[in-house]
């Protein structure tokens, strides 16, 4: 059964105008029934007060790529797996009522909110999203289309692999691409190579012009949390849970 294990950001949870939080269960329909899918759906999006119908699900293509999300996408990608939001791996509203959810098992979803303008967003970053910047693209595009002040902007990095467990081989091709973008970010150890995923994502916000006091991290690693979360790199393809993060206004 799908429960809900962190009920939110701190930084995010001071605003009573919006919902988020954090979903994990057999929430996807990968390796699951659909039908069960959508009923842990229902429950555990019922748990944070969030109708299931007002939510939407980005197949996520592991891109930069953001849009603007309205209430005419309500409904992507919930009760039929054919019916995803596809193309982006951001998303973005002002509308009051739209949930906005990224799925993850080890990649590193933000979430955003400007209290100011409110506007919320969401972002899938897994090592390529995170090289190529799809979290500083988000927050610039906050800017671009609502005009949000990036020091208002309040991001929470929430739980994903960690640099404790994200163990690559010396011959993996994305050593070379996350490298260029976040040469700091690559340590090489005794035991092999690690990427920090975290400090990559939280480099790239601040390099757009959002405070470090208004950056959150969860540091829980998905990997060896003894939580037991859902990781694709610790459980491979028998995999059938997933961490559902959502974000949107009442
Ligand atoms: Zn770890």
């Known amino acids: ?10 930084k995010l949870s001071k605003f009573p ?8 269960g057999r ?7 659909p039908r069960e899918v959508v009923a842990n759906r229902k429950r555990a999006f019922a748990s944070l007060g969030i109708d299931l119908k ?31 939001l596809k193309g982006t791996d951001g998303m973005i509203t002002k509308d009051k009522g739209v949930f906005l959810v990224v799925h993850t098992a080890d990649c590193v979803p933000i979430s955003f909110y400007d209290p100011k303008k409110k ?20 927050v610039l595009k906050m800017k671009e289309v609502f005009n949000c002040d990036l020091k208002n902007i309040i991001a929470y990095i929430g739980p994903s692999i960690g640099p404790c467990c994200y163990k690559i081989e010396n011959r993996d091709k994305k050593i070379t691409k996350f490298k260029k973008a976040f040469p700091d970010c690559v340590h090489e150890k005794a035991k092999g190579i690690y990427l920090d995923l975290w ?20 540091k829980i690693c998905t990997c060896c949390s003894k939580l037991d979360l859902p990781s694709h790199y610790r459980e491979g393809k028998k995999r059938n849970r997933s961490i559902l993060s959502v974000i949107g206004r009442r």
Not at 1 to 10: F, L, T, V, Y
Not at 27 to 33: A, E, I, S
Not at 119 to 138: C, E, F, L, M, Q
Not at 204 to 213: C, D, I, K, S, T
């Open 1 to 10: 059964m799908a429960k809900e294990i962190i009920s939110s950001s701190k």
């Open 17 to 24: 105008d919006i919902i988020q939080g954090i979903l994990v």
């Open 27 to 33: 929430l996807m329909f990968y390796n699951n029934d």
């Open 54 to 84: 007002k939510v939407v699900i980005q197949r996520q293509e592991h891109g930069n790529k953001t849009r603007v999300i309205s209430g005419k996408d309500q409904g992507a990608g919930v009760f039929d797996p054919k019916a995803y």
């Open 119 to 138: 506007i919320v967003a969401i972002a899938h970053a897994g090592w390529k999203g995170t090289a190529d910047k799809v979290g500083k693209k988000s």
């Open 199 to 218: 400090k990559a994502n939280k480099k790239q916000l601040l390099e757009a012009g959002v405070l470090e006091r208004n950056i959150e991290e969860s």
